[in-house]
Structures are given as C-alpha cells and as structure tokens.
T-cell receptor, first 112, second 115 residues
C-alpha cells in the first residue's frame, strides 16, 4: 500500500528563519512526487513535481529535493505570506491511470 | 480560463437528504476526481474517471455515486446524506494520469455540513 507521511504536523517560524519540511513515502515504484500549497478556505495549488532521486526544483524561496525514500521542501528566509499548509503526494508507477496518494500536510506559520 | 469550477461553495443538508456537487473543467482534461478533506485525515480519494463513460472507486467510495457523461463534467452524488459525510470536497482534474507529468489541478472546494 502506498503511504505518505509528512513531518512536522505544524511548524512555526520567525520571518527569515529557514527550515525544511519532510515527506517520507513508501510506494511500489515512484512515477512522481508532488508538492502543493493550500491556503485556508482554498483548494491545493500545484508547486512542484519531482521524478527521480537527486532531482531538485526551485520557486522563489522554496526548493524541493528528492531521495529514494523522502522529499524535502526547503524554505529559505520565509515571509509571512509563505504561511500555508504544504501537501506532499506520490504517484506509483503501476500501469494505467494511477491516482495520487496524499500526506496529511504540514501547517506552516511564519511570524513577522 | 476558469480551470476547475465547483458548485455549490457551501451546503447544509439534513440526514437522509440527497444532493449533487457539481464539477466542471474547461481544460479538456481526460482525468477527473473527487477528494474529501477532513481534519487529521488529509485528502482521500472518493471516485475518479479517466474519460467519458469510465469511472472507478477510490479509497472512500461508500455513500457516493458518480457519472461522467461528458469530458467537462463530473458530478458527485450523495445518495442519503449522513453526518459522517460532513467534510470539504475537492474536485480535481489532469490531462492524463498515465505517464509522467500527471499534475492535477484542484477546484476551490465545496463545504458540506450534514445535520
């Protein structure tokens, strides 16, 4: 069974205090690992897709990295507007249409 | 470009009532799905569809029904609402889930309360 575990559940940072969010996964062959951002009262918004170990992607203050067992979302010098819940999801490489399996998310609060 | 549109945004139902959550996408996406999101449980897949006339069950399908008569629309029907179905419902779509690049895009959500 495909599983995704995100840690910590909640993270509180001061503005400018860099940190990382963790996404550990168990999947029978990885087709893709996805990061989403979700603001309160909104639907998840796509951030990144990673496909193979060693891959990295960046967007503004966010950088996502991938190993064979986990992914990290690094947040450099965060600002209050980075406060949101960050969701990780995996897609297994089974044949055909394979739905995404999501973790429970990390709720990030950045305090000015 | 509207993306994924869900209606209604908010709904209160009485136990035993039925209703339909509407979802439409204008991106000509092959794949559409419904998730529910509950505190501490994350996003859980209810049903999904890989094209008109084709649907399949996800992780938590009981109490829900879907159909896909067109590429654009994927309604979710609650047959006899129960308090356990109080949740936030998200519709999502993707061009395809068969290969790489299977990014799914979400609607804004429908908040359902069953009393």
């Amino acid at each position: 069974e495909d599983q995704v575990t995100q840690s910590p559940e909640a993270l509180r940072l001061q503005e400018g205090e860099s940190s990382s969010l963790n996404c550990s996964y168990t999947v029978s062959g990885l087709r893709g690992l996805f990061w989403y951002r979700q603001d309160p009262g909104k639907g998840p918004e796509f951030l990144f897709t990673l496909y193979s170990a060693g891959e990295e992607k960046e967007k503004e203050r966010l950088k996502a990295t991938l190993t064979k067992k986990e992914s990290f979302l690094h947040i450099t010098a965060p600002k209050p507007e980075d406060s949101a819940t960050y969701l990780c999801a995996v897609q297994a490489s089974r044949s055909g249409n394979t739905p995404l399996v999501f973790g429970k998310g990390t709720r990030l609060s950045v305090i000015a | 470009n509207a993306g994924v549109t869900q209606t209604p945004k908010f709904q209160v139902l009485k136990t035993g009532q039925s209703m339909t959550l509407q979802c439409a996408q204008d991106m000509n996406h092959e794949y559409m799905s419904w998730y529910r999101q509950d505190p501490g449980m994350g996003l859980r897949l209810i049903h999904y569809s890989v094209g008109a006339g084709i649907t399949d069950q996800g992780e938590v399908p009981n109490g829900y029904n879907v159909s896909r008569s067109t590429t654009e629309d994927f309604p979710l029907r609650l047959l006899s609402a129960a308090p356990s179905q109080t949740s936030v419902y998200f519709c999502a779509s993707s061009y395809s889930m068969r290969g790489t690049g299977a990014t799914i895009y979400f609607g804004e959500g429908s908040w359902l309360t069953v009393v």
